[in-house]
């Protein structure tokens, strides 16, 4: 019996298959989250955002998500889709939907990637906020962290394989920066819109 279909903001994530892999590939966009226990490989191009992938050794079973900010100040999201944005409600998204799957809490280990500072002009450094976030969060949760790939002036294309825990990590120091950071751009105004007063100062 195949498990439920993992909620993806926007329906925008989408799976295809990669040839230099030869396998299934699911590429995730801020906000969203995937896990699997298929082998297969979770994708995502980081700026400032973080993504926290996850994997239980012992069943195989291993995801991935990809958050703008560390938590929303005040009242939660209404929205469990849009909250996914967050980090402490995207950890505990992907952490459910592993159990869901077969992993163990116990037995879960982690890599954690991006947090680079790659927009000019920010009043805020929403990378620096999201490592500190992750680090925190999988240290309160007694949750390992094997490797990491955070900070930077960098954007990053991560790789990730669940069934092995293997991560590939490319800086993308010469090209396509500018589509990442515009894209990233219109993610932060976009998603300013729907934040609290408080939340995110874009731009002085």
Known sequence: MSPPSIPMV??????YLDRHFNRQAMKI??????????????????GSCVAACLLDPISMVGGMNHF???ARQGEADPD??????????????????MLHLGAKRDRLVAKAFGGGRVLQGMTTDIGGQNIDFVRRFLLNEDIPLWTEDLGGIYPRKVYFFPHTGQVLVKRMERTHNDTVITRELNYLQEFSKTTMEGDVELFS
């Open 68 to 70: 703008m900010l560390p």
């Open 80 to 97: 469990r889709f849009f909250a996914a944005r967050y980090g402490a409600a995207a950890m505990e998204f992907l952490i459910n939907n």
């Open 29 to 46: 966009l801020p906000g969203e989250f995937y896990a699997t226990d298929q082998d297969e490989v979770i994708v995502t191009v980081l």
């Open 10 to 15: 926007h329906g925008r994530a989408s799976k």
